[in-house]
């Protein structure tokens, strides 16, 4: 599904956030993307969602080279994945339901399919009794479940989490990391980047260590460390 090879990325002061970077990551699979800060997992998923473009290399999802994708091809792209933030980002003046709705509304959907979509995405992460409520009137947790049900109401083939529980409490932490279990166990991959050591030797998925930019360790039903 997604291939990396040979993967550069180097930025204007020379400082190089990932070096010679390969690997495979296969549909279905779950996988934490970890490192000590500055290790280059931003870099990383950054380069997935075409936030970043390598500086040398190739990155291919589905056969597609997306990083010779044009800014006019990009929005196809995101639409067939989720991308979950560690602040949320989140529309503070909206409503949860437009919150979710937002990112659907623009693809010509017609108002009973759209209030389908986020009915369910609002029941996976368990907030289909808050959706009139606004993202100031919940909690940290919450609120980054809204990102969740945000990042799949559109049902992506794939699923990007970059430091999804980077500030939150263990239990929330918990809580978020087993809804991205149960959407991986619907068939949809998933990438998580993450300093949560206590979360990734919990889980038991695959574990890909960077540091300074290179591939230093890939194990199946790995540990933190």
Same mark, same amino acid.
């Given at each position: 599904?997604?291939?990396?090879?040979?993967?550069?990325?180097?930025?204007?002061?020379?400082?190089?956030?990932?070096?010679?970077?390969?690997?495979?990551?296969?549909?279905?699979?779950?996988?934490?993307?970890?490192?000590?800060?500055?290790?280059?997992?931003?870099?990383?998923?950054?380069?997935?969602?075409?936030?970043?473009?390598?500086?040398?290399?190739?990155?291919?999802i589905?056969?597609?080279?997306?990083?010779?994708?044009?800014?006019?091809?990009?929005?196809? =792209?995101?639409?067939?994945?989720?991308?979950?933030?560690?602040?949320?980002?989140?529309?503070?003046?909206?409503?949860?339901?437009?919150?979710?709705?937002?990112?659907?509304?623009?693809?010509?959907?017609?108002?009973?399919?759209?209030?389908?979509?986020?009915?369910?995405?609002?029941?996976?992460?368990?907030?289909?009794?808050?959706?009139?409520?606004?993202?100031?009137?919940?909690?940290?947790?919450e609120?980054?479940?809204?990102?969740?049900?945000?990042?799949?109401?559109?049902?992506?083939?794939?699923?990007?989490?970059?430091?999804?529980?980077?500030?939150?409490?263990?239990?929330?932490?918990?809580?978020?990391?087993?809804?991205?279990?149960?959407?991986?166990?619907?068939g949809?991959?998933?990438?998580?980047?993450?300093?949560?050591?206590?979360?990734?030797?919990?889980?038991?998925?695959?574990v890909?260590? =960077?540091?300074?930019?290179t591939?230093?360790?890939?194990?199946?039903?790995?540990?933190?460390?």
């Amino acid at each position: 599904m997604i291939q990396f090879r040979a993967v550069t990325k180097k930025y204007k002061n020379d400082h190089y956030a990932l070096k010679n970077v390969n690997l495979d990551i296969m549909s279905g699979e779950f996988v934490f993307i970890v490192g000590a800060s500055g290790a280059g997992k931003s870099t990383l998923m950054k380069l997935l969602y075409t936030e970043e473009r390598p500086t040398s290399g190739t990155v291919t999802i589905c056969g597609k080279n997306i990083a010779k994708l044009s800014n006019d091809q990009v929005p196809s =792209l995101r639409r067939w994945m989720g991308i979950i933030f560690q602040d949320y980002k989140l529309l503070q003046t909206h409503t949860i339901y437009d919150n979710v709705a937002y990112v659907i509304r623009t693809l010509g959907m017609s108002s009973k399919e759209i209030n389908a979509r986020v009915s369910g995405a609002l029941k996976i992460v368990g907030l289909y009794d808050k959706m009139n409520a606004f993202p100031s009137e919940l909690s940290g947790g919450e609120q980054q479940r809204v990102g969740i049900a945000r990042a799949i109401v559109n049902g992506p083939q794939l699923l990007i989490a970059d430091e999804p529980t980077g500030n939150l409490d263990p239990k929330n932490s918990m809580e978020i990391m087993q809804i991205l279990d149960q959407i991986n166990q619907r068939g949809i991959t998933v990438i998580v980047s993450t300093h949560d050591n206590a979360m990734v030797d919990y889980f038991r998925k695959r574990v890909i260590t =960077l540091d300074n930019g290179t591939v230093v360790r890939d194990i199946q039903a790995g540990t933190y460390e």
